[in-house]
């Protein structure tokens, strides 16, 4: 099966820098690559996703670049903001239904 | 958008307790999973379903069955509830290689 492993487990930024959130894979088949936010007290919800035949997809202030040679993929936000805080998972998907995510990211951006 | 519903936020059981967790989608997805939380664990698949009446074993299914009778239903039963089984539930329903969608979760506590 796949494995997800991300790193940091937790990430303090100052408001308005960027922060950058990692994920490596193990199986070079995975072809889909969806970053989620999870908020306090909520479910996670998607924030971007990107497929394999792309490098790197951009949403405003959210981007993820994708190297699938080295079986890794980002998250990247800029000019973070207070709302931006929250956990972050990263997953990866072969063929069929079941994703596997990483362990998460628990991001805070300090005013 | 599509709307994945857990009946329950919180739910208080007592040890040996049946439990239920209900999860209902609106979108006619074709899957549907159930994961428990845990700090420092992430994100586990218990069971999850590619139709009505299948259902496949996760990686942590053991305490846990599912029922599938319709296709926007998905139930989580804890035959006997152990507080070991202390967490937060996510119900999660997708279309086939596709981002799932989230519920806002059941944060179950077993004394």
């Known amino acids: 099966g796949e494995n997800v492993e991300q790193h940091p487990s937790t990430l303090s930024v100052q408001e308005g820098d960027s922060a950058v959130i990692k994920c490596t894979y193990s199986d070079s088949a995975s072809n889909y690559f969806p970053w989620y936010k999870q908020e306090l007290g909520k479910g996670p919800q998607l924030i971007i996703d990107i497929r394999s035949n792309v490098g790197e997809k951009k949403d405003q202030r959210i981007a993820v670049t994708l190297n699938k040679t080295a079986k890794h993929f980002s998250l990247h936000i800029t000019e973070t903001q207070p709302e931006d805080s929250a956990v972050y998972f990263c997953?990866?998907?072969?063929?069929?239904?079941?994703?596997?995510f990483g362990t998460g990211t628990s991001l805070t951006v300090i005013p | 958008d599509v709307k994945v519903t857990q009946s329950s936020r919180y739910l208080v059981k007592r040890t040996g307790e049946k439990v239920f967790l209900e999860c209902v989608q609106d979108m006619d997805h074709e899957n549907m999973f159930w994961y428990r939380q845990d700090p420092g664990l992430g994100l586990r698949l218990i069971y999850f379903?590619?139709?009505?009446?299948?259902?496949e074993k996760g990686d942590i299914p053991e305490g846990y069955s599912v029922s599938r009778e319709k296709k926007e239903r998905f139930s989580l039963i804890l035959e006997s509830a152990s507080t070991n089984q202390t967490s937060m539930y996510l119900c999660?329903?997708?279309?086939?290689?596709?981002?799932?969608?989230f519920g806002s979760g059941t944060r179950l506590t077993v004394v």
């Open positions: 379903s590619y139709d009505v009446k299948m259902k």
């Open positions: 999660a329903s997708s279309w086939t290689s596709r981002g799932y969608t």
């Open positions: 997953a990866a998907i072969r063929s069929g239904n079941q994703f596997y």
